[in-house]
């Protein structure tokens, strides 16, 4: 059974502090890894993809990708309240089902003004 | 382009009856996906297709459930009877597939509610 681990939280943050939201996964032949924003009610809305060991920095996001721990995590600079929702981790092994992502549960992230 | 379209937004029924939860996909995308959403279980996918043809079923619950995508821009949900578990936000996402392409984009969902 192919998982993906999130701590639920909440995570609470001050405006202006750094949110380090993180995934690990346990099937070894996934490929790309995904972080999903979801305001409540709302739908999942794509912010980062990574494919790559490393990081991959877009704006305020930066995802950090660690293949050989099979850890994922997204970092946000300069937190907003606007950045408050759950973040929902996806990866996805290819060669297998194309496009079936497995998701986490994800974080719920809370940056106090 | 609109984005993925699902109707209806919500969906209060009783238990045992018949609920057809509808999607149109974005135009052009290859695969079209049917998730279900709860606190409990988080995102599950219940059914994938790639170019009308379901690909993999094996995350519907049971034979109550079924889906079927006629055309390259319809597809349905069909719970038949429903039940009080059935409860939850129905996602429909669609992709272009492909490696480097393979981001869902997600419809606004169906609540359901089963009394």
């Known amino acids: 059974q192919k998982e993906v681990e999130q701590n639920s939280g909440p995570l609470s943050v001050p405006e202006g502090a750094i949110a380090s939201l993180n995934c690990t996964y346990s099937?070894?032949?996934?490929?790309?890894f995904f972080w999903y924003r979801q305001y409540s009610g709302k739908s999942p809305e794509l912010i980062m993809f990574i494919y790559s060991n490393g990081d991959k920095e877009d704006g305020r996001f930066t995802a950090q990708l660690n293949k050989a721990s099979q850890y994922v995590s997204l970092l946000i600079r300069d937190s907003q309240p606007s950045d408050s929702a759950t973040y929902l981790c996806a990866v996805n092994e290819w060669g297998g089902s194309q496009g079936n992502l497995i998701f986490g549960k994800g974080t719920k992230l809370s940056v106090k003004p | 382009d609109a984005g993925v379209i699902q109707s209806p937004r919500h969906e209060v029924t009783e238990m045992g009856q018949e609920v057809t939860l509808r999607c149109k996909p974005i135009?052009?995308?290859?695969?079209l996906f049917w998730y279900r959403q709860t606190m409990m279980r988080g995102l599950e996918l219940l059914i994938y297709?790639?170019?009308?043809?379901?690909?993999?079923d094996s995350g519907m619950p049971e034979d109550r459930f079924s889906a079927k995508m006629p055309n390259a821009s319809f597809s349905t949900l069909k719970i038949q009877p429903s039940e009080p578990r059935d409860s939850a936000v129905y996602f429909c996402a669609s992709s272009l597939g492909g490696q480097g392409s393979e981001k869902l984009f997600f419809g606004s969902g169906t609540q359901l509610s089963v009394l």
């Open positions: 099937d070894r032949g996934s490929q790309s």
């Open positions: 297709f790639n170019n009308n043809v379901p690909i993999d």
């Open positions: 135009s052009g995308h290859d695969y």
